[in-house]
């Protein structure tokens, strides 16, 4: 907390005092808890999906000559970073400012993110002895990590802040691929030509990601998101036998934490329903499918995270607005909708239309 | 076809004699063509989307030191790369070896495929005189297209050869994005904030591919296939609104031909009865949605296209087997199935693989 309150380039942002952030929601108390366990809220609560980074000129500047790996281990810039978009937008939870390769780095695979790019490993795994060599991740190993979190929560006050890990197919289409990869075709390919060597390395991801979000909600994070950022490359035959079980070990680890667990991927609308089955009690929902489909999609014991296209934030305020309007119209009547984008916030957005979004928001669904 | 004889690099396949694609073909007298129509077959017709292209060694050969557009505008070139993938694998239908921005090219925009990306456009499209000054497409633009089409015929015998043209939406996206995009961001935001410009555009686009089309259809390709490639990346809603009118002006331009129709994009399992709608008579689906579900969505008049995962032939040939055993039985029983695979085959594949995948399909659906 003191090393935050002594970050040089910690300023208000523009146009929102940082105070702003926990009286903004002071009337809207438990709001995101609140819609997450489909409970009556005062309005709809909003969040988005990389709300903390590159469109945001205090990020930029925070992170100015920082590589993305090493500001993730950096308490005071995770802090900082995590806090910029709750005073700059108001939206009514944080997501801690790290990136889902993190945790497999911290326990000792080589890889690095490349600007433009994505993470890349330095030896991407094709054998048996390459699963068998990799590392199990200690929680004191992401002790930065703890450390930020409780910060955080001191810092956020009534603001809940979501931790997050990745969840085992897309942490292991990175360790397979070598990188970012448009088709993830050969982690398919492993999958089903090796399904042993797979399940095998699918229980270690899941280990990893089960200890990474423990940690986090051991330090105070009120809520996760298991990102499967990829999945939608798969039908859903392969989805329920070859990821499932294992994002279901993820999230079934973290229950007794009585955290609402999210779980997201995009475009993944022939999953939602298995996703929702793998034990989520949110599921996250990209621009392509309607939240009242989606709602049929997941059944009725589950909340709805989305669904705005990122794309809108890049079109005029009027056809904002209009795409704002439309996705409250689908999500009228369900019980639990929290408000997200479809996918992370694209880097070129203009801030304040994200600013706009959230008073829109909050404003049509005030009751 | 003399040019095609005196190509110095003309060489039989190895494992396949030169003659075999017409002589594979001759017991199954129409088969594609047929199952397109949704007639009864003697066995199910295979083809590969990019069946010629990078998977070949003898078209690796060929194209060494020739960039890509050059490659698509030298008549010989074009027949020898159509040709290869029928000599080798077998398979039931020939794909006019092109691009789908090479009429744009030859109308006079400049854009060039740079190696490793894809389509980049010199001046991405963003006022209304930049749409304004898009240039018509005249059939003499690409004559060396049809001299193509008419020496392919002549070789193939037998074997129809499939035409094919980028749809609107997706030729759009490659001139507003400037190039290839994870998620055509600024395509949708545009279409949603200048709705006038972007059906301008979509009507200019709609006409070039509906020439192209011509052109190829003139010179007597058998069927055609409107490739809308990132249509996947819309919710229903948009592409309803403001992608299947202008689909439909270019299939129904081609209907007096009674050539088949085929439309296909990747990770369009929420648009797939839309795009049956736009006018096809063959749906393609990608590997996400089975084949007896994309039959329900299609409705019971549209023949249906695919769809094999390609990632199935980077693994094991007994994994490869068990995938196709699995759209087999998807597509049981439905009339119409064109085999294919889900998008398009992958540059690591081993052909061989493919060429089992032929000897599979026509064995197993013998009737």
């Known amino acids: 907390m ?12 523009p146009g929102r005092a940082t105070i702003g952030a926990v009286t903004a929601n002071s009337t809207g108390d438990g709001v995101f808890l609140r819609a997450c366990r489909r409970e009556p809220v005062a309005f709809t609560p909003v969040w988005f999906m990389r709300q903390a980074g590159r469109a945001l000129p205090e990020y930029r500047r925070v992170r100015a000559g920082v590589p993305m790996l090493e500001s993730c281990t950096r308490v005071d810039m995770v802090v ?34 490349v600007a433009g790019r994505g993470p890349v490993m330095a030896h991407p795994l094709s054998t048996p002895l390459d699963v068998a060599r990799l590392p199990e991740l200690e929680p004191d190993q992401v002790g930065y990590v703890a450390e930020a979190v409780r910060a955080l929560v001191g810092e956020l006050g009534e603001t809940p802040l979501i931790g997050f890990a990745g969840a085992p197919y897309t942490l292991a289409s990175y360790l397979i691929e070598g990188g970012p990869s448009k088709e993830h075709a050969r982690t398919r390919a492993l999958m089903r030509s090796h399904p042993q060597l797979w399940h095998d390395l699918l229980d270690r991801l899941a280990r990893l990601s089960a200890t990474f979000l ?17 999945a939608g490359s798969l039908a859903a035959s392969d989805y329920a036998e070859f990821v499932l079980p294992h994002s279901a070990t993820v999230l079934e680890s973290v229950a007794g934490f009585g955290a609402p667990r999210i779980h997201f991927g995009v475009g993944t609308g022939e999953l939602l329903g298995l996703m929702a089955r793998a034990g989520a009690d949110v599921v996250g929902v990209d621009w392509r499918v309607p939240l009242d489909e989606a709602a049929r999609r997941v059944g009725p014991t589950v909340a709805l995270q989305g669904n705005l ?10 056809s904002l607005a209009r795409q704002v309007e439309r996705v409250l119209a689908c999500a009228e009547g ?27 928001v909050h404003e049509r669904t005030r009751r």
């Open 2 to 13: 003191t090393r935050v309150a002594t970050m040089p380039w910690r300023q208000p942002a």
């Open 80 to 113: 900082e970073i995590t806090m910029q978009p709750v005073r700059r937008y108001g939206v009514d939870a944080a997501v801690l400012f790290s990136d889902i390769v993190l945790p497999l780095k911290a326990a000792g695979v080589e890889l690095d993110i």
């Open 214 to 230: 423990t940690v986090q909600l051991e330090a105070g994070a009120a809520a996760v998101q298991l990102f499967d950022s990829w």
């Open 309 to 318: 296209d990122p794309a809108a934030a890049l079109g005029s305020p009027e």
């Open 334 to 360: 369900l019980p639990g909708h929290v408000f997200n984008l479809g996918h992370g916030v694209l880097p070129e957005t203009d801030p304040d239309q994200l600013t706009r979004v959230v008073e829109l």
